[in-house]
């Protein structure tokens, strides 16, 4: 029965060695919460403006891209190989964004499409975030951060009454 139990356990520890040592561990705790608070960011002006993809949307999507390419890298994948998981992301999100674009037929106007494009730059950063890219993450957060709040401004002066 011990040999079993032993058997168990070894396996065990194998199945969680995939991170060996605090640095590593380091390296993706910081990876993922960076990729959860940028994605936080965002989320929370669209939560602001009352979209339905908001805070937890774009912090788990952000997330989950970074999960997707940190893994991969984890395990040694070259980037040309990794590429292919970049584009399998790319994808995917713009399915997700699809779901937030409604168009209205009675006034012939398409609605969401700010929101699917934050979900898909969410996601972006997400992937900086998890490569290690993580000064690229923030930079691009600001810049997202700028065209929802101050480019909106901006188009509010412009046209008063939007559509």
């Known amino acids: 029965m011990t040999d079993i139990a032993s058997s168990i356990w070894n396996t065990i ?7 060996p040592d605090v640095e590593q561990a380091t390296r993706i705790l910081l990876r993922l919460s960076m990729a959860i608070a ?8 669209r939560e602001l403006r009352g979209k339905d ?15 997707f390419i940190l893994a991969p890298l984890q395990i040694g994948m070259p980037i040309e190989d990794a590429s292919r998981v970049l584009q399998g992301i790319i994808a995917g999100i713009g399915f997700l ?3 937030a674009i409604i168009k209205l037929s009675n006034d012939e106007e398409i609605k969401g499409l700010t929101t699917a494009a934050s979900v898909w730059v969410a996601a972006a950063i997400g992937i900086a975030a998890g490569m290690g890219l993580e000064a690229t993450a923030v930079v691009s957060t600001a810049a997202v951060l700028f ?13 008063p009454n939007p559509k």
């Open 13 to 19: 520890v194998h199945e969680f060695s995939d991170i």
């Open 147 to 159: 065209i929802l709040v101050v480019v909106r401004r901006v188009e509010t002066k412009i046209d």
């Open 53 to 67: 993809a908001g805070l937890r949307t774009h912090m788990l999507v952000s997330l989950g891209a970074a999960i």
């Open 97 to 99: 964004g699809a779901g």
């Open 38 to 45: 940028l994605g936080a960011a965002i989320g929370y002006e």
